[in-house]
Protein backbone atom coordinates (compact mmCIF):
# COMPACT_ATOMS: atom_id res chain seq x y z
CA UNK A 1 0.00 0.00 0.00
CA UNK A 2 1.29 3.34 -0.87
CA UNK A 3 1.80 6.08 1.76
CA UNK A 4 2.01 9.03 -0.55
CA UNK A 5 0.63 10.18 -3.77
CA UNK A 6 -0.28 13.12 -5.79
CA UNK A 7 -3.06 14.35 -7.96
CA UNK A 8 -2.94 16.89 -10.92
CA UNK A 9 -4.90 18.13 -13.68
CA UNK A 10 -3.63 18.65 -17.33
CA UNK A 11 -4.26 19.86 -21.01
CA UNK A 12 -7.35 21.72 -21.46
CA UNK A 13 -9.69 22.21 -18.67
CA UNK A 14 -13.22 20.56 -17.93
CA UNK A 15 -15.93 21.17 -15.94
CA UNK A 16 -15.81 18.63 -13.09
CA UNK A 17 -12.02 18.28 -12.55
CA UNK A 18 -12.29 19.91 -9.30
CA UNK A 19 -14.96 17.28 -7.76
CA UNK A 20 -12.59 14.47 -9.19
CA UNK A 21 -9.64 16.00 -7.17
CA UNK A 22 -11.70 16.26 -4.28
CA UNK A 23 -12.44 12.83 -4.22
CA UNK A 24 -9.28 11.58 -4.66
CA UNK A 25 -8.07 13.76 -1.67
CA UNK A 26 -10.78 12.87 0.58
CA UNK A 27 -10.53 9.16 0.15
CA UNK A 28 -6.72 8.87 0.11
CA UNK A 29 -6.63 11.26 3.16
CA UNK A 30 -9.59 8.85 4.41
CA UNK A 31 -7.36 5.60 3.95
CA UNK A 32 -4.82 7.94 6.05
CA UNK A 33 -2.28 8.27 2.84
CA UNK A 34 -0.53 11.75 2.30
CA UNK A 35 -1.97 13.48 -0.77
CA UNK A 36 0.26 16.00 -3.07
CA UNK A 37 -1.61 18.69 -5.61
CA UNK A 38 0.73 19.37 -8.40
CA UNK A 39 -0.02 22.80 -9.73
CA UNK A 40 -0.26 24.06 -13.59
CA UNK A 41 0.00 20.11 -14.78
CA UNK A 42 3.14 18.69 -15.66
CA UNK A 43 4.66 22.16 -15.66
CA UNK A 44 4.08 21.92 -12.03
CA UNK A 45 5.59 18.57 -11.35
CA UNK A 46 9.57 20.01 -13.47
CA UNK A 47 8.79 23.40 -11.70
CA UNK A 48 8.49 21.77 -8.56
CA UNK A 49 5.14 23.44 -7.89
CA UNK A 50 3.74 21.19 -5.54
CA UNK A 51 2.20 21.19 -1.89
CA UNK A 52 0.77 18.60 -0.06
CA UNK A 53 -2.58 19.14 0.61
CA UNK A 54 -5.31 18.47 3.51
CA UNK A 55 -9.01 18.12 3.00
CA UNK A 56 -9.64 22.12 3.74
CA UNK A 57 -7.47 22.43 0.56
CA UNK A 58 -10.38 20.92 -1.57
CA UNK A 59 -13.36 22.28 0.07
CA UNK A 60 -15.60 24.86 -1.75
CA UNK A 61 -14.68 23.87 -5.35
CA UNK A 62 -17.22 20.88 -6.18
CA UNK A 63 -19.52 23.59 -7.77
CA UNK A 64 -16.51 25.59 -9.20
CA UNK A 65 -15.77 25.25 -13.21
CA UNK A 66 -12.03 25.02 -14.23
CA UNK A 67 -9.33 23.43 -12.13
CA UNK A 68 -7.95 25.27 -8.77
CA UNK A 69 -4.98 23.01 -9.35
CA UNK A 70 -4.34 24.94 -12.92
CA UNK A 71 -3.60 23.23 -16.09
CA UNK A 72 -1.28 23.67 -19.08
CA UNK A 73 0.32 22.12 -21.62
CA UNK A 74 3.83 21.09 -21.37
CA UNK A 75 6.23 20.77 -23.97
CA UNK A 76 9.08 19.81 -21.81
CA UNK A 77 7.26 16.60 -20.77
CA UNK A 78 7.96 15.47 -24.11
CA UNK A 79 11.04 14.95 -24.07
CA UNK A 80 13.05 11.84 -21.58
CA UNK A 81 14.86 14.68 -19.90
CA UNK A 82 11.49 16.49 -19.01
CA UNK A 83 10.37 13.30 -17.96
CA UNK A 84 13.02 11.75 -16.12
CA UNK A 85 13.15 15.69 -14.15
CA UNK A 86 9.61 15.20 -13.20
CA UNK A 87 10.27 11.49 -11.63
CA UNK A 88 12.80 13.10 -9.53
CA UNK A 89 11.29 15.86 -8.29
CA UNK A 90 7.98 13.30 -7.32
CA UNK A 91 11.04 11.32 -5.57
CA UNK A 92 12.43 13.92 -3.95
CA UNK A 93 9.09 14.29 -1.47
CA UNK A 94 8.35 10.71 -1.47
CA UNK A 95 5.73 10.81 -3.74
CA UNK A 96 5.10 6.99 -4.73
CA UNK A 97 2.01 6.89 -7.17
CA UNK A 98 0.27 9.50 -9.41
CA UNK A 99 -3.54 10.46 -10.63
CA UNK A 100 -3.59 12.37 -13.55
CA UNK A 101 -6.80 14.21 -14.92
CA UNK A 102 -6.55 14.47 -18.24
CA UNK A 103 -7.52 14.14 -22.03
CA UNK A 104 -6.15 11.58 -24.84
CA UNK A 105 -2.76 13.68 -24.59
CA UNK A 106 -2.33 13.87 -20.96
CA UNK A 107 -2.88 10.40 -20.30
CA UNK A 108 -0.65 9.76 -23.28
CA UNK A 109 2.31 11.16 -20.99
CA UNK A 110 1.55 9.84 -18.55
CA UNK A 111 1.46 6.64 -20.28
CA UNK A 112 5.01 7.06 -21.31
CA UNK A 113 5.94 8.38 -17.97
CA UNK A 114 4.85 4.87 -16.35
CA UNK A 115 6.59 2.92 -18.74
CA UNK A 116 10.24 4.80 -18.65
CA UNK A 117 10.25 5.49 -14.67
CA UNK A 118 7.44 2.40 -13.04
CA UNK A 119 5.99 4.73 -11.05
CA UNK A 120 2.38 3.84 -10.76
CA UNK A 121 -0.36 5.78 -12.63
CA UNK A 122 -3.97 6.11 -12.96
CA UNK A 123 -5.90 8.32 -14.93
CA UNK A 124 -9.39 9.88 -15.24
CA UNK A 125 -10.62 10.49 -18.26
CA UNK A 126 -11.15 14.77 -18.17
CA UNK A 127 -11.76 16.08 -21.22
CA UNK A 128 -15.08 17.98 -23.02
CA UNK A 129 -14.84 15.99 -26.69
CA UNK A 130 -15.37 12.48 -24.85
CA UNK A 131 -13.22 11.01 -27.03
CA UNK A 132 -11.13 8.45 -24.75
CA UNK A 133 -11.06 5.19 -25.92
CA UNK A 134 -13.04 2.65 -23.18
CA UNK A 135 -15.18 4.98 -21.60
CA UNK A 136 -18.65 6.10 -22.73
CA UNK A 137 -18.13 8.74 -20.38
CA UNK A 138 -15.21 11.86 -19.66
CA UNK A 139 -15.52 14.45 -16.88
CA UNK A 140 -17.17 17.48 -18.15
CA UNK A 141 -18.82 16.50 -21.74
CA UNK A 142 -21.95 16.62 -19.74
CA UNK A 143 -21.82 20.30 -18.97
CA UNK A 144 -19.71 21.69 -22.10
CA UNK A 145 -23.10 20.11 -24.23
CA UNK A 146 -25.85 21.79 -21.50
CA UNK A 147 -23.79 25.07 -22.74
CA UNK A 148 -24.26 23.82 -26.12
CA UNK A 149 -27.85 23.21 -25.72
CA UNK A 150 -28.47 26.68 -24.01
CA UNK A 151 -26.58 28.54 -27.28
CA UNK A 152 -28.92 26.82 -29.53
CA UNK A 153 -31.74 27.29 -27.67
CA UNK A 154 -31.55 31.30 -27.36
CA UNK A 155 -29.93 31.36 -31.12
CA UNK A 156 -33.78 29.06 -32.56
CA UNK A 157 -35.70 32.50 -31.50
CA UNK A 158 -33.15 34.98 -33.59
CA UNK A 159 -33.20 32.73 -36.51
CA UNK A 160 -36.75 32.27 -36.59
CA UNK A 161 -37.19 35.76 -36.11
CA UNK A 162 -35.53 36.16 -39.21
CA UNK A 163 -35.91 33.42 -41.11
CA UNK A 164 -32.36 32.71 -41.21
CA UNK A 165 -29.73 29.67 -41.12
CA UNK A 166 -27.75 29.73 -38.15
CA UNK A 167 -24.24 27.56 -38.51
CA UNK A 168 -23.09 26.53 -35.04
CA UNK A 169 -19.53 25.89 -34.64
CA UNK A 170 -18.77 24.16 -31.33
CA UNK A 171 -15.58 21.99 -30.37
CA UNK A 172 -14.42 18.39 -30.25
CA UNK A 173 -11.54 18.72 -32.16
CA UNK A 174 -11.11 15.22 -34.68
CA UNK A 175 -14.57 14.35 -32.18
CA UNK A 176 -18.45 14.85 -33.16
CA UNK A 177 -19.33 13.78 -30.12
CA UNK A 178 -20.49 17.21 -28.56
CA UNK A 179 -21.45 18.22 -31.89
CA UNK A 180 -23.84 15.18 -32.09
CA UNK A 181 -25.52 14.65 -29.25
CA UNK A 182 -26.10 18.52 -28.59
CA UNK A 183 -27.50 18.85 -32.18
CA UNK A 184 -29.65 15.80 -31.77
CA UNK A 185 -31.11 17.51 -28.50
CA UNK A 186 -31.35 20.81 -29.52
CA UNK A 187 -33.79 19.48 -32.45
CA UNK A 188 -30.82 20.60 -35.07
CA UNK A 189 -32.07 20.35 -39.10
CA UNK A 190 -28.24 19.38 -40.01
CA UNK A 191 -24.98 17.76 -37.99
CA UNK A 192 -21.74 18.13 -39.42
CA UNK A 193 -19.15 15.50 -37.77
CA UNK A 194 -15.53 14.40 -38.54
CA UNK A 195 -17.03 10.94 -38.69
CA UNK A 196 -18.75 11.41 -41.32
CA UNK A 197 -18.68 12.45 -44.94
CA UNK A 198 -21.20 14.96 -46.34
CA UNK A 199 -22.29 16.68 -49.10
CA UNK A 200 -22.52 20.67 -49.04
CA UNK A 201 -23.87 21.25 -52.34
CA UNK A 202 -26.56 18.69 -51.48
CA UNK A 203 -27.20 20.05 -48.14
CA UNK A 204 -27.78 23.54 -49.75
CA UNK A 205 -30.05 22.36 -52.23
CA UNK A 206 -31.82 20.78 -49.56
CA UNK A 207 -32.17 23.87 -48.19
CA UNK A 208 -33.74 26.01 -50.54
CA UNK A 209 -36.34 23.29 -51.03
CA UNK A 210 -37.04 23.00 -47.17
CA UNK A 211 -37.29 27.30 -47.47
CA UNK A 212 -39.66 27.14 -50.93
CA UNK A 213 -42.05 24.70 -48.96
CA UNK A 214 -42.33 27.51 -45.79
CA UNK A 215 -39.59 26.65 -43.64
CA UNK A 216 -38.88 29.93 -41.48
CA UNK A 217 -35.39 28.51 -40.07
CA UNK A 218 -32.81 26.20 -40.24
CA UNK A 219 -30.07 25.31 -37.30
CA UNK A 220 -26.68 23.44 -38.26
CA UNK A 221 -24.22 22.41 -35.90
CA UNK A 222 -20.89 21.83 -36.98
CA UNK A 223 -18.19 20.27 -34.89
CA UNK A 224 -14.60 22.13 -35.37
CA UNK A 225 -12.91 18.65 -36.80
CA UNK A 226 -15.42 18.62 -39.79
CA UNK A 227 -14.58 22.21 -40.94
CA UNK A 228 -14.80 25.99 -39.99
CA UNK A 229 -17.79 27.39 -39.25
CA UNK A 230 -16.82 30.69 -40.96
CA UNK A 231 -16.14 29.20 -44.46
CA UNK A 232 -19.44 27.13 -44.06
CA UNK A 233 -21.42 29.37 -43.44
CA UNK A 234 -20.11 31.54 -46.39
CA UNK A 235 -20.57 28.69 -48.65
CA UNK A 236 -24.26 28.04 -47.64
CA UNK A 237 -24.48 31.76 -48.23
CA UNK A 238 -23.68 31.92 -51.51
CA UNK A 239 -25.32 28.51 -52.96
CA UNK A 240 -28.45 29.10 -51.13
CA UNK A 241 -29.51 32.93 -51.57
CA UNK A 242 -30.35 32.97 -47.95
CA UNK A 243 -29.75 34.91 -44.47
CA UNK A 244 -27.14 32.91 -43.18
CA UNK A 245 -25.39 33.86 -39.36
CA UNK A 246 -22.30 32.16 -38.06
CA UNK A 247 -21.62 31.67 -34.50
CA UNK A 248 -18.91 29.97 -32.27
CA UNK A 249 -19.15 29.31 -28.45
CA UNK A 250 -15.44 28.85 -28.42
CA UNK A 251 -14.05 28.62 -24.94
CA UNK A 252 -16.97 29.38 -23.05
CA UNK A 253 -17.76 25.46 -23.81
CA UNK A 254 -15.21 24.51 -21.26
CA UNK A 255 -16.31 27.17 -18.49
CA UNK A 256 -19.38 26.81 -15.98
CA UNK A 257 -20.14 25.16 -13.11
CA UNK A 258 -20.68 21.14 -13.72
CA UNK A 259 -23.83 20.05 -13.79
CA UNK A 260 -25.21 17.20 -11.68
CA UNK A 261 -23.88 14.12 -13.71
CA UNK A 262 -20.01 15.39 -14.04
CA UNK A 263 -20.52 16.29 -10.30
CA UNK A 264 -21.69 12.74 -9.12
CA UNK A 265 -19.58 11.03 -11.96
CA UNK A 266 -16.03 12.52 -11.61
CA UNK A 267 -16.60 11.89 -7.71
CA UNK A 268 -17.31 8.41 -8.21
CA UNK A 269 -14.28 8.17 -10.84
CA UNK A 270 -12.07 10.32 -8.24
CA UNK A 271 -12.71 7.56 -5.75
CA UNK A 272 -11.87 4.25 -7.84
CA UNK A 273 -8.74 6.18 -8.78
CA UNK A 274 -7.63 7.06 -4.95
CA UNK A 275 -8.74 3.38 -3.84
CA UNK A 276 -6.37 1.81 -6.98
CA UNK A 277 -3.60 4.01 -6.81
CA UNK A 278 -3.00 3.69 -3.23
CA UNK A 279 -3.57 0.22 -3.48
CA UNK A 280 -0.51 0.12 -5.61
CA UNK A 281 -2.37 -0.36 -9.14
CA UNK A 282 -1.23 0.94 -12.17
CA UNK A 283 -1.54 2.00 -15.86
CA UNK A 284 -5.27 2.40 -15.78
CA UNK A 285 -8.15 4.33 -16.67
CA UNK A 286 -11.41 4.99 -15.00
CA UNK A 287 -14.24 5.68 -17.11
CA UNK A 288 -18.24 4.30 -17.52
CA UNK A 289 -19.42 1.27 -19.40
CA UNK A 290 -23.41 1.50 -19.75
CA UNK A 291 -23.41 3.35 -16.33
CA UNK A 292 -20.73 1.41 -14.26
CA UNK A 293 -17.34 2.25 -13.51
CA UNK A 294 -15.07 0.42 -15.06
CA UNK A 295 -11.00 0.15 -15.58
CA UNK A 296 -9.56 0.36 -18.69
CA UNK A 297 -5.57 -0.77 -19.70
CA UNK A 298 -4.12 3.16 -19.76
CA UNK A 299 -1.87 1.82 -22.81
CA UNK A 300 -4.96 1.17 -24.26
CA UNK A 301 -6.67 3.55 -24.03
CA UNK A 302 -4.40 6.01 -25.45
CA UNK A 303 -3.68 3.52 -28.29
CA UNK A 304 -6.64 3.38 -29.75
CA UNK A 305 -9.26 5.20 -31.53
CA UNK A 306 -12.61 5.85 -29.67
CA UNK A 307 -15.98 6.09 -32.26
CA UNK A 308 -18.57 8.09 -32.49
CA UNK A 309 -21.74 5.41 -31.30
CA UNK A 310 -23.34 5.03 -34.86
CA UNK A 311 -26.86 4.62 -33.46
CA UNK A 312 -26.14 8.89 -32.74
CA UNK A 313 -25.57 9.10 -36.20
CA UNK A 314 -28.31 7.27 -37.25
CA UNK A 315 -30.94 9.01 -34.91
CA UNK A 316 -29.93 12.67 -36.69
CA UNK A 317 -31.14 11.77 -39.86
CA UNK A 318 -34.16 10.09 -39.17
CA UNK A 319 -34.90 13.18 -36.59
CA UNK A 320 -33.83 16.10 -38.72
Known sequence: ???????????????????????????????????????????????????????????????????????????????????????KNLNDRGIQGLVVVGGDGSLRGASIFSKETGIPIVGLPGTIDNDVWGSEYTIGSDTAANTIIDAINK??????????????????????????????????????????????????EDMKESYAKGKRYILMVVAEGAGKGNEIGKIVAEKTGLDTRVSKLGHIQRGGSPTVIDRVNASRLGENAALAIISGLSDIVFGFDRGHVVSINLHDAVNNKKKLNPEFMRLAKVLA
Open 1 to 87: MLNSIAVMTSGGDSPGMNAAVRAVTRTALHAGVKVWGIRGGYHGMLDEDMFEMTSKDVSDIIQRGGTFLGTARCKRFATPEGRMLGY
Open 155 to 204: LRDTASAHRRIIVLEVMGRNSGYLAMVAGISGGSEYILVPEEEYDLDEIC
